[in-house]
């Protein structure tokens, strides 16, 4: 008989797996487990990383999931020499540029034996957005936004890594972190139903991340990754997306309570599993014993990813794609990117910062 799977993807504090890392993820069976640069020291031992990852689940179907978008959101650019431009100038660009990006980053990832990633970014840009996520979207034009978050999403699933669409269902013009601060809007809901029309396109895909924004007329006391409200009525009614619903990570400040909380009432408000990323191991023991596992419904969600992990990757010209994206792109790529949230974060617990 097949092992219930955890409900969350989790993490791990370093380069290899701890005895206590080993012990839960062999007993609990969590979906997948994300990898941050903290994690990523050479190729080489990133590759038995990921192998004593799956050994240790051993499931063909084990998530091995990355924030590898380009610019400064990149887990793997100091053990790579191949270099990558954000979704901001991909925008600035042909879409062909885009197609590139993601076939090229799709290659890299094969190398290392990870499947999902958590990229493309469908918010709109907008100036007064906070810093952490400007230079991560393509447009400040919805259409646009949609036409090339498609291409790159397409070029994931055809490649064999599953994109994972974010965040659902946007982050309003917030100019705050919610890596950081909680962040909210005023809108009312006609207005949100309009600002979200272009997200309608992702209903054809597999998996989705939620955003923390608190949408204070449709629910004024949750962010949307604890709000049934938010999203039953907007994400999986208005958006019509009966894909797998990812939380973003939970233990980001946006959302309040202690880490047993916040994973349980994610899940409670509809999403399919929680996303975890900090690797403090006595958080992961406390998630993994709460013994919150896939429902049905879920796992029928599941399928939709398997197919296309479990899918060949299709051949590229490499060399060919790679001339192009460099030729075209190189005058970007030292760009200077402003700070990567989700790393400052780690830091601040590291240096054991109140969070």
């Known amino acids: 008989m097949n092992k219930p799977i955890l409900a969350s993807i989790l993490s791990c504090q370093t380069t290899e797996l701890t005895d206590r890392e080993k012990y839960l993820f062999e007993k609990f069976n969590p979906l997948g487990i994300s990898l941050f640069k903290r994690n990523i020291e050479t190729k080489d031992k990133l590759k038995k990383l990921v192998d004593e990852i799956k050994n240790v689940i051993n499931r063909d179907d084990v998530l091995i999931a990355i924030d590898e978008e380009g610019g400064r959101v990149s887990r793997i650019s100091h053990i790579n020499n191949n270099k990558y431009v954000s979704q901001d100038i991909l925008g600035k660009n042909d879409i062909k540029y885009t197609i590139a990006h993601a076939e090229l980053t799709a290659m890299d990832l094969h190398i290392y034996g990870i499947n999902v990633n958590y990229s493309p970014v469908a918010d709109i840009k907008d100036n007064s957005l906070s810093e952490v996520l400007k230079t991560r979207c393509f447009s400040d034009n919805p259409d646009k ?38 962040l909210e809007s005023n809108l009312n809901k006609d207005d949100i139903d309009k600002q979200i029309e272009y997200l309608e396109f992702i209903a054809n895909y597999p998996l989705a991340m939620t955003s923390h924004i608190k949408l204070n007329n449709i629910d004024d006391k949750n962010p949307t990754t604890v709000s049934k409200k938010v999203i039953t009525n907007i994400i999986r009614e208005k958006l019509q997306f009966d894909g797998f619903l990812l939380s973003d990570a939970i233990d980001m400040k946006a959302l309040s309570e202690n880490i047993v909380k916040k994973h349980n009432n994610a899940l409670d408000a509809g999403v399919d599993a929680t996303c975890y990323c900090s690797g403090n191991i006595e958080e992961l023991e406390r998630i993994c014993n709460e013994k919150r596992f896939m429902t049905e419904k879920s796992l029928n969600r ?25 030729h075209g792109l190189n005058k970007w790529f030292d760009e200077i990117y402003l700070y990567d949230a989700t790393e400052v974060l780690h830091h601040m617990q590291k240096k054991g910062e109140n969070l």
């Open 302 to 326: 599941f399928e939709n990813i398997k197919k296309v992990i479990h899918n060949p990757c299709e051949k590229i010209d490499v060399e060919a794609q790679r001339s192009l994206y460099n």
């Open 145 to 182: 936004v949609k036409q090339y978050a498609k291409a790159m999403a397409d070029t994931y699933i055809k490649m064999g890594i599953c994109p994972c669409i974010k965040h659902i269902p946007g982050h309003f013009s917030s100019p705050k972190d919610p890596h950081l601060e909680v």
